[in-house]
């Protein structure tokens, strides 16, 4: 009465153990989840519905109801599971027992199991019929993220942000981490668009908080981040949530993200990425107290209407500027403001901008 019982076919695919089983499809999303609140949030994340999809599936499943096929759907259980075989001449062929407390999520036929979801209210007697599901034990969910990158490789390619949302790296973990722990980007971050709509309540775009991160650390894509460094980007994150006023005010509901991107400068890519830039040669030069010296960062005037020092940086001509030299322009300022040196590099893109 503690767990579920179905005929299996127990295979293997490189080091890991699989069971083929039949479900009927009235169990389909009673027992297997997607993007329930049962499903960590970091799979949810990556998770996605088209609807456009569901519904050709609805429709043809609708329009074929008496010779209709569908492919096996891919699950992964959180926890391990009893095999017992059939007999012993009959080693792979048998029951797998399932424990109720397990969750069974979805990693491949979302979008069949949506079309199903909402035709079974239609046609309850559709519920009969059975549909094949690969199930594979994964306790801790370790593989669940990466078997869904590998079963949809085309959802990573379509831009920067759903990239990061994808990337098991140790940059884009810790960036995805960043987004759920720092007040700073909790509920405010665009997860799979690299622009973000005058309508929209997010602050910055998950591609900012990788460039800027990358920046503040300094390293490549690849590389890996170690456990301080992993701590000391969110010390610096949060830090400096509690340092720029308007950034506190976004962070309490006070103020919309769209006010702040309409009317401030550091809610946008330009210099979010120039303040990480930034970020890295203050921790490199002052160790010991860069904390206190980021505080300078709360009395600067981010505003737009500060066209003496953002004009020709962090804009041109009124308008946010994101080109390479830009972010080095904006950086170099804040490097200024923190009282660090600047590079020969910015010195001479400072003279082109001053016309010396």
Same mark, same amino acid.
Not at 1 to 26: D, K, V
Not at 69 to 89: N, Q, R, S, Y
Not at 168 to 185: I, K, S
Not at 236 to 252: D, S
């Given at each position: 009465m503690n767990s579920y019982t179905f005929p299996a076919i127990r295979g293997h695919q490189g080091n890991y153990t699989y069971y083929l089983i039949q479900c009927q499809l009235r169990l389909l999303p009673r027992i297997f989840l997607f993007d329930e609140a049962e499903v960590p949030a970091t799979l949810r994340r990556i998770q996605t519905i088209d609807q456009s999809v569901v519904s050709r599936w609805t429709d043809y499943l609708s329009s074929r109801k008496d010779d209709y096929t569908l492919a096996p759907l891919i699950a992964v259980i959180d926890e391990m599971v009893t095999f017992e075989p059939l007999a012993p001449g009959m080693p792979e062929i048998g029951h797998v027992q399932i424990p109720m407390s397990t969750r069974l999520i979805i990693r491949d036929g979302q979008h069949r199991r949506a079309a199903i979801t909402s035709l079974l209210t239609q046609n309850p007697s559709l519920g009969d019929d059975t549909i094949s599901i690969m199930l594979i034990p994964d306790p801790g969910l370790s593989r669940a993220a990466t078997l869904y990158v590998d079963l949809h490789p085309s959802q990573m390619a379509s831009t920067r942000s759903k990239k990061v949302l994808h990337d098991h790296g140790d940059l884009a973990t810790l960036v995805r981490q960043l987004v759920d722990d720092v007040p700073l980007f909790q509920g405010l971050i665009e997860l799979e668009k690299t622009t973000i709509s005058n309508r929209s309540t997010a602050l910055f775009t998950l591609?900012?908080?990788?460039? @800027?991160? =990358? @920046? $503040? +650390?300094?390293?490549? @894509?690849?590389n890996t981040v170690s456990v301080e460094q992993a701590a000391r980007v969110h010390e610096f994150w949060q830090t400096l949530g509690k340092v720029i006023p308007e950034w506190q005010r976004a962070i309490r509901r006070e103020m919309s993200a769209a006010t702040l991107r309409q009317n401030y400068i550091h809610s946008h890519t330009v210099t979010l $990425?120039?303040?990480?830039?930034?970020?890295?040669d203050l921790v490199v030069a002052h160790p010991g107290d860069w904390q206190e010296r980021l505080m300078i960062l709360g009395d600067v005037d981010w505003s737009r209407e500060n066209k003496a020092l953002w004009e020709g940086r962090a804009m041109v001509r009124g308008k946010m500027n994101k080109s390479h030299d830009s972010i080095q322009l904006t950086a170099s300022a804040i490097k200024r403001l923190l009282g660090?040196?600047?590079? =020969?590099? =910015? +010195? @001479?893109? =400072?003279?082109?901008?001053s016309g010396s």
């Amino acid at each position: 009465m503690n767990s579920y019982t179905f005929p299996a076919i127990r295979g293997h695919q490189g080091n890991y153990t699989y069971y083929l089983i039949q479900c009927q499809l009235r169990l389909l999303p009673r027992i297997f989840l997607f993007d329930e609140a049962e499903v960590p949030a970091t799979l949810r994340r990556i998770q996605t519905i088209d609807q456009s999809v569901v519904s050709r599936w609805t429709d043809y499943l609708s329009s074929r109801k008496d010779d209709y096929t569908l492919a096996p759907l891919i699950a992964v259980i959180d926890e391990m599971v009893t095999f017992e075989p059939l007999a012993p001449g009959m080693p792979e062929i048998g029951h797998v027992q399932i424990p109720m407390s397990t969750r069974l999520i979805i990693r491949d036929g979302q979008h069949r199991r949506a079309a199903i979801t909402s035709l079974l209210t239609q046609n309850p007697s559709l519920g009969d019929d059975t549909i094949s599901i690969m199930l594979i034990p994964d306790p801790g969910l370790s593989r669940a993220a990466t078997l869904y990158v590998d079963l949809h490789p085309s959802q990573m390619a379509s831009t920067r942000s759903k990239k990061v949302l994808h990337d098991h790296g140790d940059l884009a973990t810790l960036v995805r981490q960043l987004v759920d722990d720092v007040p700073l980007f909790q509920g405010l971050i665009e997860l799979e668009k690299t622009t973000i709509s005058n309508r929209s309540t997010a602050l910055f775009t998950l591609s900012a908080v990788y460039q @800027a991160t =990358e @920046a $503040l +650390l300094n390293s490549g @894509a690849k590389n890996t981040v170690s456990v301080e460094q992993a701590a000391r980007v969110h010390e610096f994150w949060q830090t400096l949530g509690k340092v720029i006023p308007e950034w506190q005010r976004a962070i309490r509901r006070e103020m919309s993200a769209a006010t702040l991107r309409q009317n401030y400068i550091h809610s946008h890519t330009v210099t979010l $990425l120039a303040i990480g830039m930034a970020g890295h040669d203050l921790v490199v030069a002052h160790p010991g107290d860069w904390q206190e010296r980021l505080m300078i960062l709360g009395d600067v005037d981010w505003s737009r209407e500060n066209k003496a020092l953002w004009e020709g940086r962090a804009m041109v001509r009124g308008k946010m500027n994101k080109s390479h030299d830009s972010i080095q322009l904006t950086a170099s300022a804040i490097k200024r403001l923190l009282g660090l040196n600047v590079t =020969e590099r =910015e +010195l @001479a893109l =400072e003279q082109v901008l001053s016309g010396s």
